[in-house]
């Protein structure tokens, strides 16, 4: 498995054009050996483009790649020594589940023991074992596409595997089952995996680094938690989590603190040296409680909904004629028209130009 370093790149598909359109804003950014990675973001945002620079298939306008330091820019996708999953199933119909899932290695020259070790145990993770003798084309959809994960994973000599929508086709409880696996395999193997996904819980219960892109742009990279609790951009509060973040126009009144309407809210930023006065205040639903009485930080609220998800309520009021959204627990009592919300200074986020001061 390798290091990953990408320096500077940016893409565009039309980049000879007087006025190129980036598909690819330039970032910079390494992704360590060993680590599992979620590319995020909603569709167009550059997920693929960026994965595929990766893998050799688009070669960027400007910028380098290495692999444990070493430049591969230039290098086609199969010198790079990386395994690819596609969206849709990628296989051989006229093989055997057993002779795809072989193919990697024997191209690669692994002895006969080795092959039979290697999809061995992919087929017993992949519950593929007692259809090793079937041919392909037999099986279903999700089966076939289970059968290119295999692929993707039989070598273990591989620089990262690389995954593009991979659970697409896969039905909902066994892509459950099958994100779990590749956890465990990442964990087991330290197999670098780079899986992209516009599906935020995806990224979140199976990366341990998550990439947020929007119109081309990283707008923020971070573990799960860093992404939930301190969102780099109100892109990224509204696109995690859910509900979204609760973002509320508001004027910065002193160095720490903003209003909603004619209520003053305590935060832990620091706003002395912030020029422009029009922010948005962020705040996680998770992160708001009942208060008994009015207090400190608390805003009065009219009720419009509460629903119960069994693990806790989800209160839907309004503030000064905006929603906002707060998870309770569900032991707690709720009177039925009003409550006071505690809004706890240092989980709020304020945002300038749309981004975190
Ligand atoms: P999706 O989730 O829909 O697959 P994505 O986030 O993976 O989207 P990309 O496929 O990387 O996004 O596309 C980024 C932008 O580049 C889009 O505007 C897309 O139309 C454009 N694009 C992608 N491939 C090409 C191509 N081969 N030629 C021209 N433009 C392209």
Request: aromatic letters at 8%; one cysteine or more.
């Amino acid at each position: 498995m390798s290091k990953i370093d990408l320096n500077n790149i940016s893409h565009s598909y039309n980049s000879n054009d007087p006025n190129p359109i980036y598909a690819l804003n330039p970032f910079s950014m390494t992704w360590q050996d060993g680590k599992r990675y979620a590319i995020l973001g909603p569709s167009g945002c550059g997920k693929t483009t960026m994965l595929n620079i990766v893998s050799g298939l688009v070669r960027p306008t400007a910028g380098n790649i290495l692999f444990d330091d070493k430049d591969v820019t230039d290098l086609k996708t199969e010198s790079r020594n990386i395994a690819q999953v596609f969206q849709f199933p990628v296989i051989y119909n006229t093989m055997t589940v057993y002779e795809n899932l072989a193919f990697p290695l024997k191209c690669r020259d692994f002895s006969q023991n080795k092959i039979d070790e290697r999809v061995k145990s992919v087929a017993d993770t992949l519950n593929l074992q007692s259809f090793l003798n079937s041919p392909a084309r037999k099986l279903t959809a999700d089966q076939k596409q289970l059968i290119s994960l295999g692929r993707g994973l039989v070598r273990e000599d591989v620089a990262a595997v690389l995954m593009d929508e991979p659970l697409t086709v896969i039905d909902p409880d066994l892509k459950f089952r099958l994100r779990r696996k590749l956890k465990e395999i990442n964990e087991e193997f330290k197999t670098t995996l780079v899986y992209v996904t516009h599906d935020q819980n995806e990224a979140m219960t199976f990366a341990d680094n998550i990439i947020v892109m929007s119109e081309g742009e990283v707008v923020q990279a971070g573990s799960p938690k860093e992404l939930f609790e301190r969102p780099n951009t109100t892109f990224v509060g509204y696109f995690i989590g859910s509900p979204a973040m609760n973002l509320f126009d508001s004027e910065i009144i002193s160095s720490n603190e903003v209003n909603i309407g004619s209520i003053k809210i305590k935060t832990n930023t620091d706003l002395s040296k912030v020029k422009n006065k029009h922010v948005k205040l962020g705040i996680r639903s998770e992160f708001i409680d009942i208060a008994d009485k009015e207090s400190h930080n608390t805003v009065k609220v009219k009720i419009n909904r509460i629903e119960d998800f069994g693990n806790f309520k989800l209160l839907t009021s309004t503030l000064e004629n905006k929603i906002i959204k707060s998870k309770i627990d569900r032991e707690k009592p709720i009177s039925e028209n009003e409550v006071n919300l505690y809004i706890p200074p240092e989980k709020c986020c304020v945002y300038v130009d749309e981004k975190l001061i």
